[in-house]
């Protein structure tokens, strides 16, 4: 292994600062400091939390060390009398291709080969009933029947999250007809080779669920696709063959009663994610995936900034809540659970201030994503006017092309309609790679960020008014389910 900051094991591991609580913003700000940043990004990245995977003993390691820190600080545990909020998932690949069967019994039909054919994550069992062609947001497929629906290929996203609806509409079992090169199915293969997470439990599904390229249906039955029309020309027997396993995993959460009993009751929510990819492939002899930048950056500031307000001798007057999530790495896993199982009200969540890689690239930039959305960017520029100390500016995404907005766990609030704002400053040559390590972090920067965040959410806790979405991004965001 490369030469790596030695630091104490993280079950023993403590603030060295030893800061005492103190009045006034500014001594709250001053509390997040470079050295602070150094000791906890070296603790969590260090080799012997093996890249905190989701889900592994190291990650709930990382769980339980920031809920002894909320608990240090002070901070209110989230779920009754705990910091620690745990979600179940499942595990999943898909299995052997020897116990996958798709046959089908009409005009032209016959066993598909296994090359066109292939089970779903998630999918499993046998069954047979007639097919039937159903739509996106059609009507439901006749009792019994196997639907099947095409789904182009560059839209894969929406056929899978249709799924769910379709069986719960009365289908026995789901077939997605692509339209696929040999090339790009071959690695949808490999791809649900490999092991698979999901939010719940291995029952969510319960049925067979397969991809079938259109190539190999029947001729009547591609032109039925085509059309849209239903059909009962045709029965259908689908096996499929998935591999299970049950998982559990920790969101860690601490809060901080507002000062002003008229909105105690509403809540400016702070988030980064503590997993990273854990194990991979040695590049030079090291195979250890630190995650120091992606996201041990945006924890241990999430961590600064629980420290830095609980110093306050009055918190502001809106409740604060200090959230580090799992499963972002899977799938934005952590986040998916607590939106649909949130601890406080989302419609009652005034701001979700989300921090994920802030520790690499510039030394005096940031990149603000959700700035043009709501009036969370005039609250972010008038903060930067007034604390020209920090020497930073932010600026839009620089790389749509990217996605960023739907890659971090921001965007699991946004679209619940919680305004948001994700702090970022890129990836870089070591992203996803083992030397993402605690030695390349620009700590000042990183402190310096820190401290915009707790001065832009002491202001939004504080305002008289909650953030107001921009109408045309909320249609496009809640209404619509799309990004920027």
Known sequence: MKRKLWVPLLALAASPAGISAQAGTGAGAATITADDLRFRIGALAHDSMRGRATPSPELNKAARHIARRFEEFGLQPADGDSYLQEYPLTASRAGSPGRQLLEI???????????????????????????????????????????????????????????R??????????????????DYFDGIRRFYARERLSVGMPEELGAPVALVRTHALPEALRAALASGAGTNVWEATVRTHSEFREERAYNTIGWIEGSDPDLRGEFVVFTAHMDHVGVGRPVDGDSIYNGADDDASGTAAIIELAQAFASLETPPRRSLVFMTVSGEERGLLGSAWYAENPLFPLGATVANLNI?????????????????????????????????????ETIDDPWPEENFYFRSDHYNFARKGVPILFFFTGTHEDYHGPNDEPDRILYDKTARIARLIFHLGHRIADAEERPEWDPAAYRRVVEGGGGS
Not at 369 to 381: N, V
């Open 356 to 392: 994920d890689m802030i520790g690499r690239n510039w030394r005096d930039t940031v990149v603000a994503i959700g700035a043009d959305e709501s009036t969370l960017g005039t609250t972010l520029r008038q903060t930067l006017r007034d604390h020209p100390e920090l020497g930073l």
């Open 105 to 163: 019994d009409g005009p032209g039909g016959g066993t598909i080969d296994i090359s066109d054919y292939l089970s779903v994550p998630g999918g499993r069992g046998q069954a047979a009933g007639p097919l039937a062609v159903v739509t996106p947001g059609g009507a439901d497929p006749p009792s019994g029947a196997v639907a099947i629906m095409r789904v182009p290929s560059d839209d894969m996203r929406r056929g899978l999250e249709s799924v």
């Open 165 to 182: 609806g379709i069986l719960d509409g009365g289908a026995v079992a789901v077939l997605l007809a692509i339209d696929a090169a040999d």
